[in-house]
């Protein structure tokens, strides 16, 4: 067989779009990974990382943590907060453009970590609190799902193209079956959702729906 360029654009199209990772999802396997969804990320208009979308999400988001909840399914988040002096982070972060220091600033922003009041961790509940993108990155997740016995890993939150789809490869990488909310993780621009879901499609994670994610864990 000869591979044309046509064939092989139309086989990455077709995996961009419609591709499917082949494995099952088994309820008992499963943890729910809430990623970001903190009062900066959250709350309507108090800093310039508001993600609406994330705001406007949060029922979903909500019913699907009660649905895991119910289903015996640990739920852990994570969050940004000061750790360790802001000395456990990648050292170019403070260089980055999403910083938005033509914005200003508030010591307030990022000192807690707290997590958007309707869907507060319960107390048996783990927290993660992460100094960068992925939330494997330096911190005890893998460690955790490993002693819960959890093979695979349901993603929510923000945002989509950064801290979810980073997590969502970590998870790859480390030999976790990734599932990967399409409609429950936001990003500050909405163009940029599909684009990042059809990368993660293709070679990283099995992409659903909310509805789909909550059909197959019942």
Same mark, same amino acid.
């Given at each position: 067989m000869k591979?044309? =360029?046509?064939i092989v654009k139309k086989a990455a199209i077709n995996a961009y779009l419609n591709g499917d990772v082949e494995?099952?999802?088994?309820?008992?396997?499963?943890?729910?990974?809430?990623?970001d969804m903190q009062d900066e990320f959250v709350k309507p208009?108090?800093?310039?990382?508001?993600?609406? =979308?994330?705001?406007?999400q949060v029922p979903k988001i909500k019913?699907?943590?009660?649905?895991c909840r119910g289903k015996n399914i640990p739920v852990i988040y994570t969050a940004f907060k000061d750790? $360790?002096?802001?000395?456990?982070?990648?050292?170019?972060?403070?260089?980055?453009?999403?910083r938005y220091p033509h914005l200003?600033?508030?010591?307030?922003?990022?000192?807690?970590?707290?997590?958007? $009041? =309707?869907?507060?961790?319960?107390?048996?509940?783990?927290v993660i609190f992460k100094p960068s993108y992925g939330a494997f990155?330096?911190?005890?997740?893998?460690?955790?799902?490993?002693?819960?016995?959890?093979?695979?890993?349901?993603?929510c939150g923000t945002l989509t193209n950064y801290c979810c789809g980073t997590t969502a490869r970590q998870g790859y990488e480390r030999g976790f079956k990734v599932v990967f909310g399409s409609d429950?993780?936001?990003?500050?621009?909405?163009?940029?959702?599909?684009? =990042?879901?059809?990368?993660?499609?293709?070679?990283?994670?099995?992409?659903?729906?909310?509805?789909?994610?909550i059909e197959k864990l019942k």
């Open positions: 591979y044309t =360029e046509d494995f099952e999802i088994i309820t008992s396997k499963c943890a729910l990974i809430v990623i208009k108090w800093t310039p990382f508001w993600v609406p =979308e994330a705001t406007n019913k699907m943590i009660e649905v750790t $360790h002096l802001f000395k456990d982070r990648p050292k170019t972060g403070q260089l980055m453009p999403n200003g600033n508030d010591p307030l922003w990022f000192n807690e970590g707290k997590i958007w $009041h =309707e869907i507060t961790p319960k107390e048996n509940e783990v990155f330096n911190t005890s997740l893998e460690t955790i799902l490993k002693n819960f016995e959890k093979d695979t890993i349901i993603i429950v993780t936001s990003t500050d621009i909405p163009e940029m959702q599909e684009p =990042e879901l059809q990368v993660l499609r293709k070679g990283f994670a099995k992409v659903l729906d909310f509805k789909s994610i």
